[in-house]
Nanobody, 124 residues
């Protein structure tokens, strides 16, 4: 069972940048990894995903501003966030899954392994 630990969250002004990290307890070379986020009174929503062979998918709201990556040697996934907006404020969760179809990447119920989350706050 893979354990995931997120880090890198914090408070930043609108237009700023942050890089989130998701460290896994085991090798992730065969895993897809993803980032979801959840703000108060909203459901957890898809942000970005990267497959085991490094194909990437993004939600429309972050496309062009966020970049997901995966370092198999460091067993870590990253989410580089630029041009941050107040509406990006949320708890960001990392997820991992060994077997997932491309069409399932944006579906939170398709992911088995989750981290505890890291808070990102963007002030205007």
């Amino acid at each position: 069972q893979v354990q995931l630990v997120e880090s890198g969250g914090g408070q930043v002004q609108a237009g700023g940048s942050l890089r989130l990290s998701c460290a896994a307890s085991d090798t992730v070379s065969a895993y897809a990894m993803a980032w979801f986020r959840q703000s108060p009174e909203k459901e957890r929503e898809f942000v970005a995903a990267i497959t085991w062979n490094f194909m990437t998918v993004y939600s429309d709201s972050v496309k062009g501003r966020f970049t997901i990556s995966k370092d198999n040697v460091r067993k870590t996934s990253y989410l580089e966030m630029k041009s941050l907006r107040p509406e990006d404020t949320a708890v960001y969760y990392c997820a991992a899954e060994a077997t997932i179809a491309m069409e399932g990447l944006a579906e939170k119920h398709e992911w088995d392994y989750w981290g505890q989350g890291t808070q990102v706050t963007v002030s205007s």
